[in-house]
T-cell receptor, first 115, second 116 residues
């Protein structure tokens, strides 16, 4: 049971390049999330998914796209990277059950630098 | 609108001092969860506690304790007899489970530095 994993752990992009961040969870969780963390701002939600084939926008969705083709995977895409997207990206998942075991499990993070 | 405020950006204490990290939240929901996470210098997010809105009992876990007061919309975190290993950024977060897809709203974080 690996929990939530993220690929890659580090990446440096040039402005205008594209890339995809992969989040995978082996806990059969329904809900998955992508957050970004910037200094002094905490974590902010980019996009999320409440089930396979469904996605929704979070607080800061511009410049990102997502897909949830399989329940265990949640992909975050940057079509044309910008320096403002330099950040640490965290993926999370939860098993939605009433009250008792509700907890978000976070991946280790991906540090992305756009030059 | 949902909001979490951690007014203390940085706190510096000397080892063995007690320290309280403040967290104030805003929500219109009656059913919600509050969380505290620790982010050590290594960068991962470590879950510390979850409290649901129906349970106002304070909780103690070793040197850690949490004070949840719905009347003041606060969920404060106290570390007793702080240690150098407690140095980290601490985040308070809110989740409105039924209306918002379970997403977390984070505070800005409080950076705690414990000096020997």
């Amino acid at each position: 049971n690996a929990g939530v994993t993220q690929t890659p752990k580090f990446r440096v992009l040039k402005t205008g390049q594209s890339m995809t961040l992969l989040c995978a969870q082996d806990m059969n969780h329904e809900y998955m999330y992508w957050y970004r963390q910037d200094p002094g701002m905490g974590l902010r939600l980019i996009h999320y998914s409440v089930g396979e084939g469904t996605t929704a926008k979070g607080e800061v969705p511009d410049g990102y796209n997502v897909s949830r083709l399989k329940k265990q995977n949640f992909l975050l895409g940057l079509e044309s990277a910008a320096p403002s997207q330099t950040s640490v990206y965290f993926c999370a998942s939860i098993s939605y059950s009433r009250y008792d075991s509700y907890e978000q499990y976070f991946g280790p993070g991906t540090r992305l630098t756009v030059t | 609108a949902q909001k979490v405020t951690q007014a203390q950006t940085e706190i510096s204490v000397v080892e063995k001092e007690d320290v309280t990290l403040d967290c104030v939240y805003e929500t219109r929901d009656t059913t919600y969860y509050l969380f505290w996470y620790k982010q050590p210098p290594s960068g991962e997010l470590v879950f510390l506690i979850r409290r649901n809105s129906f349970d106002e009992q304070n909780e103690i876990s070793g040197r850690y304790s949490w004070n949840f007061q719905k009347s003041t919309s606060s969920f404060n975190f106290t570390i007793t007899a702080s240690q150098v290993v407690d140095s980290a950024v601490y985040f308070c977060a809110l989740s409105e489970v039924y209306n918002q897809g379970g997403k977390l709203i984070f505070g800005q974080g409080t950076e705690l530095s414990v000096k020997p």
